[in-house]
C-alpha cells in the first residue's frame, strides 16, 4: 500500500512524468475515499453501473435511454424494493419506496403523512440536519424538541424521556456532520420516525417501533438521486390533511414506486449496492465492518496524543469519526501526509472543523489502517 502511494504521491506532485493511463488506474483503483456523501461505493458496483450506461436494454439499449415503463427496468425497480425490505428484515406489511427529493423532501413527507391538523410531534435536535427536520415540520404543526445537544456543538446524543403523547417520535439516527450516533435507539410508546440517511444498512434494530424510516441513498446505499422510505401503511394517512400528491406516500405506495419518472440511474446502482451488501453476507456482515472500522479509528484517535476526538465516546458514530489536532500542534504536515497516502475526504465540515473520516458500507477497512498509519507516521516525525 506505501509503495504505491508513494508512487501515487509522486505522480501527483509531478515526480513522475505524465502517464495519463498509470494515474487513472491509481486514481480508481487506490484512492481511499473517505468522502461524508456521495461517497465510496464499491468498485465492482461502478462498473455494472457503468456497463449498464453502456448497454442494458434490448439492442444495447443504454440504461439511462429507455423508458422507465420497460419490463426490464420494472424488475429493476421490484428487485430493489424486495431486497431492501428482505436485507433490512422488514415486517411483511411494510411498503419500500425509492422517491426523489433527497431526505431533505423526507423531512417534509415524514409530517405531511404523520403529523394530524393541529396534532403536535416530538423531536430531538442532534445537529443540523435534525434542526431541518425540525424546521420542515414546524410548516404544519406543533413540534416539541424534547432534547438539544446544541449547547456542546453537539457532540453527544442528548438523554430524554420518551414521551407519552403526540403522534411520533422524530430522530436522526447518525449524525453525518458531527460524528454521533445513537448506541441504543430509542423505545417509546409513539411511533418512531427516523431520518437514518447515514447509517442504513450499517446495523440491525426492531423495524416495528418505527412509523417510517427514510434515508437518502448517497451514504450507505447507492448514489445521490433516490431516497428509501421504509413506510408502515398501517400508521400513515391519518392526518386529516390534503397531501400534494408527490409529498403522500400513500399515493407511491399504490404506483408501487412508479407515481412518476423514477430516478432510474440511482435506483438501478442502489439495487446493485443493495445486491454487494447481500452477497458480503447482509446486514450481520455490514455491521461487523463496520464496528472493525471503527474500533480502529477511534483506537487511534484515542491513543495519538497529537489528535483529539469530537463526540463524546458513549455517543461517538461508526459511520463518521470526526476529530482534530491537539491544541498548538501545526497540522500541514500531516495534510501533506495524508493527500500523499491516496487518502481523499477528510477534512471536517465547517461547523466542526478539524477532520470527518466517513467510514461507510464500501468503505475497505484497510483504507482506514492507510489512514490510522499516516497518524501514527505524523507522530514520529512531529517536531
Ligand atoms: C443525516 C442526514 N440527513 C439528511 C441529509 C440531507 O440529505 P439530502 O442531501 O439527500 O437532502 C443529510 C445529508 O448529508 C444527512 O447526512
Known amino acids: 500500500m506505501w509503495e504505491t502511494n508513494g508512487l ?5 506532485t509531478q515526480k513522475l512524468p505524465n502517464h495519463p493511463k498509470e494515474i487513472q488506474h491509481l486514481c480508481t ?11 465510496i461505493l464499491p468498485q465492482e458496483v461502478m462498473q455494472q453501473a457503468a456497463e449498464a450506461v453502456k448497454s442494458f436494454g434490448p439492442g444495447g439499449l443504454s440504461l439511462i435511454e429507455m423508458s422507465h415503463r420497460s419490463k426490464e427496468f420494472v424488475a429493476v425497480m421490484e428487485e430493489a424494493r424486495a431486497l431492501a425490505k428482505s436485507l433490512r ?39 443540523t440536519w435534525a434542526n431541518n427536520a425540525i424546521k420542515e415540520a414546524r410548516h404544519l404543526g406543533e413540534i416539541d424538541v424534547l432534547a438539544s445537544s446544541k449547547e456542546t456543538n453537539y457532540d453527544h446524543i442528548p438523554s430524554f424521556d420518551a ?22 435507539l430509542p423505545k417509546a410508546p409513539v411511533p418512531l420516525v427516523a431520518d437514518m440517511s447515514s447509517d442504513i444498512f450499517s446495523r440491525s434494530f426492531d423495524a416495528e417501533d418505527y412509523a417510517l424510516i427514510y434515508a437518502g441513498a448517497q451514504k450507505n446505499m447507492g448514489p445521490a438521486g433516490t431516497v ?38 440511482s435506483v438501478y446502482v442502489t439495487l446493485l449496492m443493495l445486491r454487494w451488501m447481500r452477497d458480503q453476507g447482509g446486514l450481520e456482515a455490514m455491521q461487523s465492518r463496520a464496528a472493525a472500522r471503527a474500533a480502529a479509528m477511534y483506537n487511534e484517535i484515542d491513543r495519538n496524543p497529537l489528535f483529539v476526538g469530537h463526540a463524546e465516546i458513549g455517543s461517538r458514530s461508526q459511520m ?23 487518502i481523499s475526504g477528510i477534512k471536517g465540515h465547517r461547523s466542526v472543523g478539524g477532520y470527518r473520516a466517513s467510514m461507510y458500507n464500501a468503505l475497505p477497512l484497510e483504507s482506514v489502517q492507510v489512514l490510522v498509519s499516516t497518524m501514527q507516521h505524523f507522530e514520529q516525525h512531529h517536531g
Open 8 to 12: 501515487l504521491g509522486a505522480i501527483l
Open 29 to 39: 483503483m487506490q484512492v481511499h475515499n473517505f468522502s461524508a456523501g456521495p461517497c
Open 89 to 127: 428484515d422488514l415486517p411483511d406489511r411494510y411498503e419500500v419506496l425509492f422517491l426523489q427529493g433527497g431526505a431533505s423532501l423526507g423531512f417534509l413527507t415524514a409530517a405531511y403523512n404523520l403529523l394530524p391538523e393541529n396534532g403536535s410531534a416530538h423531536y430531538v435536535d442532534t445537529g
Open 163 to 184: 414521551p407519552r403523547g403526540g403522534s411520533y417520535l422524530h430522530i436522526t439516527s447518525n449524525n453525518t456532520i458531527f460524528g454521533t450516533q445513537y448506541a441504543q
Open 228 to 265: 428509501f422510505y421504509a413506510v408502515d401503511p398501517d400508521r400513515i394517512g391519518k392526518t386529516g390533511r390534503n397531501i400534494p400528491s408527490y409529498l403522500d406516500l400513500n399515493v407511491h405506495i399504490k404506483k408501487e414506486s412508479m407515481f412518476n419518472t423514477p430516478p432510474v440511474f
Open 320 to 342: 463518521n469519526a470526526t476529530f482534530r489536532l491537539a491544541e498548538g500542534v501545526d497540522g500541514a504536515a500531516f495534510d501533506a501526509l495524508w493527500a500523499e497516502a491516496g
